[in-house]
């Protein structure tokens, strides 16, 4: 994925995890492989029992997937997209008072 290549490895700060809240691995597997999916991904069999709280938590049944969180270190969403951040909202969103 071009996004993840050009505007997260750059950055040791951040870094972006898959996770799939398909019902069937091999949706997920077929979503990884198009566009080919670089970022590391959790395993489909590893958040078993936990798709509906996830979906429920971030609201992902109301926004649709795929769905972009940026989190704190804390796990507090700081930003919520179905387009993945800027570079530039990246850095605000890091550097910024929610931040901290």
């Known amino acids: 994925m071009e996004y993840y290549e050009k ?4 950055n040791p700060d951040i870094d ?11 949706d997920m597997i077929n ?6 999916l670089t970022c590391p ?5 590893a958040l078993e029992g936990m798709k509906k709280s996830l979906g429920s938590i971030y609201n ?7 769905l972009y969180l940026v989190l704190d270190h804390k796990g507090t969403v700081l930003s919520r997209a179905i387009e993945h951040p800027s570079a530039e909202e990246l850095t ?7 931040a901290k």
């Open 7 to 10: 505007t997260i490895v750059p």
């Open 16 to 26: 972006m995890v898959f996770l799939s809240l398909d019902f069937e691995e091999g």
């Open 31 to 36: 979503y990884l492989k198009e566009p080919k």
């Open 41 to 45: 991904a959790v395993r489909f069999d």
């Open 60 to 66: 992902a049944d109301e926004d649709g997937v795929p």
């Open 92 to 98: 605000k969103l890091l550097t910024g008072p929610a």
